[in-house]
């Protein structure tokens, strides 16, 4: 089965955090923090299509002028999300610049924060040199983002500001059976990508041509196997508290793959506290209680240099002692 979700670190351990999630053969992708994005390329970036921002502290967030710049003549918008006073964050950025002559580009930023219970949105547009529009304030249910394909999810945590973890989720996976396409004889094509959809939309009583014959897709539902989906949760930077871990586990359950901060060795679990981040050995103990698949520690302090194994060894055990195994 090939998978729907390719993530990848965009940064090595002891650089900035950033997720990169490209979405197979939908021809986007999503992104987790924006640190340095100088290893993203501008095809890359063009393909983002929404953008998770756990906190904005400069090592998350200093990517956002890269992307915004590449993005300018973007024809589709860019949706942006983030914590407590993250609209304010967005349109300080951008009185930061000149936007006398931007009019005619097209770049819609449709942004929105959670507070609480509640959960802010307004809208920036070039045409419009990027003046605040506010827009609507909604009740926050846990559900940033939800489409046929995916949905997103994100919990409020405590860095000594509000700061945000995620996961990115697909109800079932969709995977396309060429030995019975063989049987009916039928090509493989974008057709396929038609199907899935209305497999996901359930719309089955859509009609498709493939080689000239129109089928309704309930005829052809059975090419396709259906399986349990991903689930790739990202936490970065919080405090190793009972309310925080909790709140950890409950939004990483099952997931496939946990991308979690480990700043600190456990030894220097003091520090860790006065700085509001994880241990290693906490990241791991998280992941095991959560029973994740695999547990992808990152964002480790530079104190850590010379040992470039050691927080990722002390994540990876805490993780096996803890997890629960079949």
Known sequence: ??????????????DDPGLYV???????ALMFDLGSVSSLSPRDILKITDVFISHTHIDHFIGFDNVLRISLKKETPLRLYGPEGFIDRIEGKLKG??????????????VSEVCGSMIRRAVFRAENTFKRENTETAP???????????????????HHIPC?????EEDYHINIDKDKLKRMNLPVGPWLGELKTAIRENALS???????KAYACAELKDVANITKGQKITYVADVLGSKENVDRIIGIAQGADVLYIEAYFSDEDGDRAKERYHLTAKEAGIIAGRANVGRIEPFHFSPRYTDEPERLSREAQEAFEQNRLHD
């Open 140 to 158: 926050f249910q846990g559900v940033l983002l939800t489409d046929p394909f995916c949905k997103v999810s994100a919990v409020v945590l405590d």
């Open 164 to 168: 945000l973890a995620f996961s990115i």
């Open 97 to 110: 610049y000149t936007w006398n002559l931007i009019e005619d580009y097209p770049v819609v930023l449709n």
């Open 206 to 212: 859509h009609v498709l041509t493939v080689n000239g």
């Open 22 to 28: 490209r979405i197979l053969r939908e021809g986007r």
């Open 1 to 14: 089965m090939k998978p729907s979700f390719h993530p990848r670190l965009i940064n090595g351990p002891f």
